[in-house]
């Protein structure tokens, strides 16, 4: 059988079921997708130091067989490993403090790579940062001499980056016969990036560095690009599939909240607002986000624009992720609208099914023009009498797909989606390349700005005395520990134990705690009881159980913080400094990332530390871009692709204004890869 990129991997010489099997654990199943597992890193041969010449005080990569190794305990209980290598010009010691377990996968005879500082004990000793064994005790050098530059896969368990190299490089000749290029017309040549084929050999059998990193800018510009088409389908629709309202300027309603306004609106909140009206008033219908920092006065902007549907007859909308937030934005509103004379519509789920039945009567007989409630709630049966704008709080979370899903639904309003997870233009322009974008990048004046200290544990009197002490005043205070996926189990325990001990700590303040475990029910509960201030201090497990106002809190302890991204302790800061009071924000970090925690506590703009924050950690983990539905970009690297995105996005627009729905001939092979890659994206493909 002649092999096509959609065989299973399994029916490659060298793979079988039983690593069949294992590969599909990685998500690789077919001959496509085992091409396409590219390295994560690149060995540089010509960087490494003959043994000899690893001097102390350098940093250093070195290559050689081990020929000794044991555990080696010491006084302190800290268990050494360690282990001699050689190579053709000499001997050097490795020590792994606390590593004992390497004594495990680490042999005589094998071919190790390791870098870390070269140091002074007895003789020079490397301690490596990491370590990687390059070939087994009976395999030859050949092995890694393959080429100067040698790919490193990411691995698994039952299955060693070597054994991938091996299969890769056994079949990548008869495997880069069966590429495709699909989109090589497209690619702009000024970006200088290779064709297809290329790119695949470059990336897994790369001459240079250069050319393996030129491989893989052509694999982000096919991702891009392919994404891209997904968004600006997303976006025709939002704009083409149904006429929008075209709303007018009549300065009635709008005019008299800029007069009873306690406060001049900046120049960052008028630029927003002119971006808004001149949708709302164009016969295109609205598909905007609007962006900025906690406190940057998004509810006004928001404000203006339903004051502006609702003067011209029609309702509107605020939908917010949580009852609570629902409330408190119901009361926000509220205030505001008194000299208005309007009294905001409020639906909750927790009403009693009469209760819901006589809003929802209101609501359908045009009696109430302004209505807040939580998302779910408007998704269900809610019939509008004139529904012209909808403005979805923190709804971005949400992938482009289901944003499409939620604008397809019967009436045609205007869409603004607010957010406060700042992020840079080039990643907004991949996330949220289906909507418009608005920015609020500065804060009313005036605002204090929250005091951010890094602390050690060693100080945790202090910081329990400065509690207290702001607590005796009638302030309130957040601990938040931190709980991830893959250890979920013992972190809810130490965050536990740790609001047990805080309650013996702090008595008699009264201290709640909060986390994802917890009946929806019981959490919101407690938060409620904090927001009226029967909590004095609130132990808190993740980002999402802190989403509330609470003015009275002025403290934001951070635990671990080294476990956090930056951008997610930017929205836990922003949970404090609401009132008018000065507020602090106190990271608790004993070891580690101190001068991460100091460039930290001396950012305060959101824009910046989300830049930050993508350096460091990628787009993966950046906040809200997890759960952005489906679309995860592999070879991106936001940190220097910009050229690429702007270039994808610029001909994926082209294309999809030309054939919105890819059915022309030529595009006929870009749409099957669509398919492959986007199996949801593809459902926009359908419509029309
Ligand atoms: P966001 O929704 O962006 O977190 P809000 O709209 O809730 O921010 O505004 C935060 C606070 O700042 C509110 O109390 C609001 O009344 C106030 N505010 C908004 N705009 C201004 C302004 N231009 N000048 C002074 N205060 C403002
Ligand atoms: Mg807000």
């Not at 004046?445 to 002490?469: D, L, N, P």
């Amino acid at each position: 059988m002649p092999l096509r990129l959609d065989t299973s991997v399994q029916y490659l010489k060298g793979v079988g079921p039983r690593r069949a099997e294992i590969f599909a654990r990685m998500g690789i199943r077919t001959v496509e997708d085992l091409l396409y597992h590219i390295p994560h890193r690149y060995l540089d041969a010509t960087n490494v130091t003959p043994i000899a010449r690893a001097d102390v005080g350098r940093e250093v990569t070195l290559i050689g067989r081990v020929v000794s190794k044991g555990v080696l305990p010491t006084r302190r209980r800290l268990r050494i490993f360690r282990a001699v290598m050689r190579d053709a010009s000499g001997l050097i010691e490795c020590a792994w403090p606390g590593q004992a377990f390497l004594d495990r996968t680490i042999k005589e005879g094998q071919l190790l790579l390791v870098s870390g500082p070269v140091k002074y004990y007895h003789g020079r000793q490397i301690v490596p940062r990491e370590q990687i064994v390059l070939a087994g005790p009976d395999d030859g050098d050949e092995d890694t001499i393959m080429g100067l530059v040698l790919p490193v896969y990411p691995a698994s368990e039952g299955l060693s980056h070597r054994q991938i190299r091996r299969l890769i490089h056994d079949h990548l000749d008869e495997m880069l016969l069966l590429v495709q290029d699909v989109a090589q017309v497209i690619v702009p040549p000024a970006l200088r990036v290779p064709p297809l084929r290329d790119a695949l050999e470059a990336v897994h059998r790369p001459d240079t560095a250069a050319a393996a990193e030129a491989g893989r800018r052509r694999l982000a510009f096919d991702e891009l690009f392919d994404l891209q088409l997904v968004v600006a389908r997303a976006r025709h629709l939002a704009k083409h599939a149904a006429k929008g309202m075209q709303h007018e300027i009549k300065r009635a309603l709008t005019t008299q909240l800029k007069n009873t306004l306690p406060f001049e609106l900046t120049a960052g909140q008028r630029q927003c607002i002119r971006e808004i009206t001149a949708d709302m008033t164009s016969p295109e219908r609205m598909h905007r986000l609007l962006m900025g920092d906690v406190g940057s006065g998004k509810t006004i902007v928001a404000l203006f624009a339903m004051l502006l549907a609702v003067e011209n007859d029609s309702q509107a909308v605020f939908m917010a992720p949580t009852e609570l937030l629902a409330e408190q934005h119901a009361a926000t509103l509220s205030e505001l609208l008194v000299p208005l004379g309007i009294v905001p519509e409020l639906l909750l789920g927790r009403f009693s099914a009469s209760e819901k039945k006589t809003v929802r009567g209101r609501i359908s007989a045009g009696g109430s023009r302004v209505i807040v409630g939580t998302h779910a709630l408007f998704q269900e049966q809610t019939r509008f009498h004139r529904l012209g704008l909808v403005v979805i709080d923190e709804q971005h979370r949400f992938g482009v797909e289901q944003r499409a899903a939620l604008i397809e639904k019967g009436e045609t309003p205007d869409v603004l989606l607010l957010s406060a997870t700042p992020i840079p233009r080039t990643l907004a322009l991949t996330l949220y390349g289906d909507l418009d974008i608005s920015a609020l990048k500065e804060k009313p004046a005036g605002r204090r700005e929250v005091k951010t200290t890094v602390r050690s544990s060693k100080s945790r009197k202090s910081i329990y005395q400065f509690v207290r002490k702001h607590c005796d005043e009638g302030r309130q205070v957040y601990v938040v520990y931190p709980v991830i996926e893959e250890s979920e189990k013992v972190d809810l325990k130490a965050a536990t134990t740790m609001w047990e001990q805080l309650k013996i700590d702090l008595d008699p303040l009264v201290v709640g705690l909060v986390h994802g475990k917890l009946k929806t029910a019981e959490r919101e509960a407690t938060m409620r009881a904090f927001r009226d201030g029967e909590i004095q201090v609130l132990v808190a497990t993740t980002v999402i159980e802190v989403g509330i106002d609470v003015p009275n809190a002025t403290i934001m302890i951070i635990e671990h913080p080294e476990r956090f991204g930056l951008a997610q302790m930017h929205q836990l800061r922003g949970r404090v400094g609401r009132g008018a009071d000065e507020s602090h924000c106190i990271l608790v970090a004993d070891q580690g990332a101190r001068t991460r925690l100091a460039q930290f506590a001396k950012t305060t703009d959101g824009f910046r530390i989300a830049q930050l924050d993508l350096e460091e950690r990628g787009m993966g983990q950046l906040a809200g871009a997890r759960q952005s539905g489906g679309i995860t970009l592999r070879y991106t690297d936001f940190a220097k692709d910009d050229r690429l995105i702007v270039a994808a996005r610029k001909a994926a627009l082209g294309i999809i204004e030309n054939d919105p729905a890819l059915q022309q001939k030529e595009h006929r092979d870009l749409r099957k890869r669509i398919e492959r890659r986007y199996e949801r994206g593809m459902e926009l493909f359908r419509v029309g």
